[in-house]
């Protein structure tokens, strides 16, 4: 299974950027469909973002819609999370994930992944 490293989380004023970056290790980012999960303190983890294996079709939750932005390259093997326009209730552990799964089964969103990183902290001040 691929390793998977998240970095570039830290402390934001609301109504500002950070983008996540998510390394892969120990295998090919281009067989998977990627994603961008988040948990917050007390809360159940949440769907932020997916791309497809190709870069082609990219999916967001609907509070994410607009201001994030899920992007990938294949030969980086890197995929990347571009957060604007931050809120203080984006504020939380930030996860990507890889999954094998196809595409259209859209299993991305229901947290069925092959590979979890360890997560970077997401913290926007109000």
């Known amino acids: 299974q691929v390793q998977l490293v998240e970095s570039g989380g830290g402390l934001v004023q609301a109504g500002g950027s950070l983008r996540l970056s998510c390394a892969a290790s120990?295998?090919?980012?281009?067989?998977?469909?990627m994603g961008w999960i988040r948990q917050a303190p007390g809360k159940e983890r949440e769907f932020v973002a997916a791309?497809?294996?190709?870069?082609?079709?990219?999916d967001y939750a609907d509070s994410m819609k607009g201001r994030f932005t899920i992007s990938r390259d294949n030969a980086q093997n890197t995929v990347y999370l571009q957060m604007n326009s931050l809120k203080p209730e984006d504020t939380a552990v930030y996860y990507c994930?890889?999954?094998?799964?196809?595409?259209?089964?859209?299993?991305?969103?229901?947290?069925?992944?092959?590979?979890w990183g360890q997560g970077t902290q997401v913290t926007v001040s109000s």
């Open positions: 994930a890889a999954t094998s799964r196809s595409w259209y089964s859209r299993t991305y969103q229901r947290y069925e992944y092959d590979s």
């Open positions: 120990g295998g090919t980012v281009s067989r998977y469909v």
């Open positions: 791309i497809s294996r190709s870069g082609d079709s990219t």
